[in-house]
Each structure stands twice: as C-alpha cells, then as structure tokens.
C-alpha cells in the first residue's frame, strides 16, 4: 500500500515544490499514528496548505532506517522556503518502543499528531488490509481469540494490540509534554474534517486557511474528498482507502468492545477528549 499511497502523492503534487530554491529541513511535526485511523487522508488534507510540506511516502526513519542517520531523514523531505513546515507521517511510530526517545533526542520541541479511531474499527480496518493481501487467512474471530470457548482475546495479537492506546501513548509521555500533543479523531475527519484540520492548522500556529470550501464529499463512497485551491475537480483517496469491511458477527464485536473499555476510558482521561467510542 506504500507504493500505492505514493501514487497518491504524486498527483497531488503542490506546484510550488517544483522549484528549485528551498532547502530540506528535518520535520518541525510529525503525525506519528495511528495506523489506519486516517493518517493518509489528514496528510492529504494538510498538504493543500501552502505552509506546510510533506514527503510522499512514509519515511519509517525511527524504526526502521535509524541506522541510516539523520541527513539521511533530512533527504527524504521536499525542499521548503522561509516559513514553510516540514511534516512527515508514519503510523508505526507510536507502538515502536524506542522511537519516543528518539525523536526526543532530534527534537525536543516537536509537535506530535495522533490521528486515533475506535480500536475496534481500527482492528477491523487492520485485518481488511491484511486479507486483501492475503485472501487465505484465518477469520477475523480466529486472530482475535485465543480459543472460541472462553473467548479471551488475544492480545497478543498485532490488530488488537495497536489499539490499546493508553498503553502506547503512556511512553511518550515520558518524554514530551501534553501541549506538544493534538489528537484528531478519525471518525470525525469523515464526517467533519473541515473542523478536525481547523484544529490542526492551529495546533501547528498556521492561519486557517483549509476550510469546508476544500472538502466535497463522495456520494458514492462516502468520504469526503478534497479540492485544491483554484481547481474545479475533486480528488479522492484511492481505493485502498475506505475498503469495505467484512461482517463480523455482533457478539465478537461486543466482546471486543468489553476488552477495550477501560483502555479507552484511561486513554479519554490522559488526552483530555472523549472520543465517544462505545
Ligand atoms: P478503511 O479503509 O478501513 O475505511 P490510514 O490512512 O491511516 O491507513 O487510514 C485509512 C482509513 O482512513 C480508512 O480506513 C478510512 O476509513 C479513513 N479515511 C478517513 N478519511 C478518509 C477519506 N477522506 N477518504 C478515504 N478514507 C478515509
């Protein structure tokens, strides 16, 4: 889905990052998870402001290419000018054990984003992605038990563990302080985005200037889609991007929510918003 989100970039490519003036800069924010909560649509979205500039791809410096150093991470950012921001996302980076004193030890004033979606969805959303790959995996239930009698959960399991937010979130605590947080709420980028990327242009201190003038919603998907400045045709994610989900039976669901209710509730408290996951 790499490539694919690539693609994406791509097309959408802002006019004025052709220039050749600029120079790279390491990211002065860093929307950092949550995997399929929306963190390609926001950075879509976020890309129309002329402020703010973002590589393509995911660059996965802090847990996978740290060997390669940080001039490394430097280059895979698009050149910027004076007052430009660099931003990058890669969604893996909040459930990666060492990555919050890393970024510490680049920066200790950068601003982090989560873009955070029920875990129980977001399990769903997980294991859609992972059968369009692999048709032949075992059933949703199968991976999220540990046996069908009891029907413990089993946390070990990636789906599952990737949403116990508290737990994660818990570590960069230990290293930045709340203000240096903003959370976006998945659900309500689709159904609000006009008002989740407002929260975040001033998060970031830039002007608002994305508005509800940039989103057009997509009948037929349901998504909203987005609208560059000055240009007449909406343009959507692609179709890995709102996948249909498979049927999962009410009772497994149910179960699941039981599991992450005290997690969610602990997490409500930490970020100060309840996202009203039920
Ligand atoms: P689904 O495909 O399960 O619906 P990420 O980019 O972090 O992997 O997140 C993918 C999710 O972004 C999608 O999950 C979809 O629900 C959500 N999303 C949010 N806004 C969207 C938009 N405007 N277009 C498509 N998908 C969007």
């Known amino acids: 889905s790499h490539s694919?989100?690539?693609n994406e970039y791509r097309l959408q490519q802002h006019p004025l990052s052709l220039e050749a003036n600029g120079t790279k800069s390491l990211p002065q924010a860093i929307i950092i998870g949550v995997?399929?909560?929306?963190t390609r649509a926001l950075l879509e979205f976020l890309r129309l402001h002329p402020k703010i500039r973002a590589p393509g791809p995911e660059p996965h410096f802090f847990d996978k290419n740290y060997d390669r150093g940080l001039d490394w991470y430097r280059e895979q950012m698009p050149p910027t000018t004076v007052?430009?921001?660099t931003i990058e996302k890669t969604p893996s980076y909040l459930i990666t054990r060492d990555v919050p004193r890393r970024i510490f030890e680049m920066s200790k004033n950068i601003k982090l984003i989560v873009?955070?979606?029920d875990p129980v969805t977001r399990a769903i959303s997980d294991y859609t992605q992972a059968i369009s790959k692999r048709p032949d995996i075992k059933s949703f239930e199968q991976f999220a038990f540990l046996d069908n009698k009891t029907r413990l959960v089993d946390t070990s399991w990636g789906a599952i563990k990737?949403?116990?937010?508290?737990?994660h979130f818990e570590k960069w605590l230990q290293y930045f302080?709340?203000?240096q947080f903003h959370f976006v709420s998945g659900e309500e980028l689709i159904t609000n985005p006009a008002q989740e990327v407002a929260n975040v242009q001033k998060f970031l201190g830039l002007d608002r200037l994305i508005t509800k003038r940039n989103f057009h919603l997509n009948g037929s998907k349901g998504f909203p889609c987005l609208r560059k400045f000055g240009s007449g045709k909406p343009?959507?994610?692609?179709?890995?991007k709102g996948r249909p989900h498979p049927r999962i039976d009410p009772d497994i669901i149910e179960r699941l929510r039981d599991f992450y209710k005290p997690f969610n509730a602990k997490f409500y408290q930490m970020c100060g918003r309840d996202f009203g996951w039920q």
Do not use: D, F, T, W
């Open 177 to 179: 302080p709340m203000e």
């Open 4 to 6: 694919s989100e690539y």
């Open 235 to 240: 343009h959507c994610l692609n179709k890995s």
């Open 35 to 38: 995997k399929k909560g929306g």
């Open 83 to 85: 007052g430009q921001m």
């Open 162 to 167: 990737i949403g116990v937010y508290a737990k």
């Open 115 to 117: 873009v955070v979606r």
